[in-house]
């Protein structure tokens, strides 16, 4: 890997953020141009071809049906969400452009923005940084699924970028930092760790100036306290009011009182570990190990081992799943690129050209993740939704639904109508509520007191509904399968099915 901060500050002056080369279409660049442009490609075909799934319907929904203010202070909460993606979603979805694919859309042009930052802004080895446009994260996971993590990606490769910089500019990359924050409560973790390392960099060069320690000190004491304004503000959007769903039966004291450091290790910490890098502990740990000698050598190890201790312990202690493993490998590359910046503590080619091996390795093992998952994205449905949805338009457009069982995955359906369309869901908005207020009776007391002609089921377990509703007088007119691909396999079902009552 090189190592002058020179090759990566004396790059730009087309844009400051982005910090691209005079030279990009030259000869010599021709080939970073050609993978952006081939990674646009294939996601825009991925991204045509997806069926959004409710995760991906229920921001838009939020953003769709609720003015800002409500928003902002009301229901993010009930999500749990940090509100720059909401955000970015109100400009099309206030338009009344269509909701796909133009949600995907917006996601793969953050993950082109991010390839295009790390192949055209940071000094990573040129072999990796081809190959990263097409590993799993970037490739499909936080491009094609439209999720709150498509500007965390964005974010974390300016980051990489002004990292360089970020003393003699501290504006923009606690800027950066602020809307890395803002994007979920991962990124939240993430930028909270690079932002207390800001500081203390700061601190310790207040006090190793000869001139102007006051002058920095104070500005520092500054910039500490309004992040802790923004945080705090941040906080209450996204803190959980009483009456959220999931505070029923969640006890954090007992989870600890009953914490395993070795059952976590085993059944959490190193599962998470291989599937953010490779797929297998044992080929991961060699690799890591490699650029932890590597990054320790350039003095940025802190950079990887904080933000990694921040999320495995939330993964630990509070949820773990595997949509977010993939956020560990893009700190990974962050670290790394912010690494190449720093001057080593002694010069060891030996070392950086086992660190670009490593890195290229771990890109590698990611390619079949990606090509098999958008190989099935292509061949199968993501979400029965869409098809659910396009049947109910032609054959029963102005009929109330039911939604039988309060299936909120069901709600995945809403987009594709211009209001609720569920009659058991008694609210003026179509997007699910995530609160033990929410006015949703789909059981089969509902069902016989209501009698309703259409009923729709979501299910993401394979069972049998059948035989109730057949008792109840109904028969189903459509299945409409819906598989959640993850790396090659299917990781939950989406299927929905259309009930229409019997003759009496």
Not at 412 to 425: G, V
């Amino acid at each position: 890997m090189r190592t002058s901060s020179s090759s990566i500050e004396g790059r730009t002056h087309l844009l400051p953020f982005l910090q691209l080369h005079r030279s990009t279409l030259r000869s010599g660049r021709l080939l970073e141009v050609l993978v952006l442009f081939v990674q646009a490609a294939l996601l825009t075909v991925l991204v045509i071809h997806h069926e959004p799934w409710f995760d991906e319907a229920q921001a838009w929904l939020l953003v769709r049906d609720c003015d800002l203010t409500d928003l902002v202070s009301l229901y993010l909460g009930y999500d749990t969400s940090p509100p720059l993606w909401h955000l970015l979603l109100m400009v099309p979805a206030k338009l009344r452009l269509p909701y796909h694919p133009t949600l995907n859309l917006l996601s793969a042009g953050c993950a082109v923005l991010a390839s295009a930052l790390f192949l055209f802004g940071t000094s990573l080895p040129r072999f990796f940084r081809l190959l990263l446009p097409f590993t799993y994260g970037l490739g499909y996971q936080y491009s094609v699924v439209a999720r709150s993590y498509a500007p965390l990606v964005a974010l974390l490769a300016l980051l990489a970028v002004l990292y360089p910089r970020r003393m003699e500019r501290p504006g923009r990359y606690l800027l950066a930092l602020l809307f890395l924050a803002a994007t979920y409560f991962h990124g939240t973790l993430v930028a909270g760790t690079l932002y207390a390392v800001f500081v203390l960099e700061r601190l310790a060069a207040a006090f190793r100036a000869p001139t102007g320690r006051r002058q920095v000190f104070f500005r520092l004491v500054g910039e500490v306290v309004v992040a802790t304004m923004l945080l705090s503000l941040l906080y209450q959007v996204i803190r959980p009011p009483e009456d959220y769903y999931f505070h029923a039966g969640f006890d954090l004291g007992r989870r600890l009182l009953l914490f395993s450091p070795t059952r976590t290790l085993q059944e959490t910490i190193l599962p998470v570990i291989a599937g953010a890098t490779t797929g297998h502990i044992l080929t991961a740990l060699p690799i890591l190990c490699v650029l932890s000698a590597w990054l320790w050598g350039r003095k940025a190890l802190h950079l990887l081992v904080l933000p990694w201790l921040a999320l495995l312990g939330l993964f630990a202690l509070l949820y773990v799943n595997s949509w977010h493993h993939d956020l560990l490998f893009l700190v990974l590359v962050f670290a790394c690129a912010a690494a190449v910046s720093r001057s080593p503590r002694r010069p060891a080619p030996w070392l950086d050209r086992a660190s670009a091996a490593c890195l290229v390795l771990l890109a590698i093992s990611q390619l079949p993740w990606t090509w098999s998952t958008a190989q099935d994205d292509l061949r199968k449905p993501y979400s029965g939704a869409a098809v659910a949805a396009q049947y109910l338009q032609d054959h029963h457009p102005d009929q109330p639904v039911f939604l039988l069982r309060g299936s909120f995955c069901g709600f995945a359906l809403q987009p594709y109508f211009a209001r609720n369309i569920f009659s058991n869901y008694r609210h003026p908005f179509a997007f699910y509520w995530w609160s033990s207020k929410a006015d949703l009776d789909g059981g089969e007391d509902a069902l016989r007191r209501e009698r309703p002609e259409v009923v729709v089921a979501c299910q993401k377990l394979q069972h049998e509904l059948e035989p109730d509703l057949a008792l109840a007088g109904y028969r189903r007119v459509l299945y409409a399968p819906g598989e959640l691909f993850f790396k090659g396999s299917v990781k939950e079902r989406e299927d929905f099915l259309v009930f229409v009552a019997e003759d009496p």
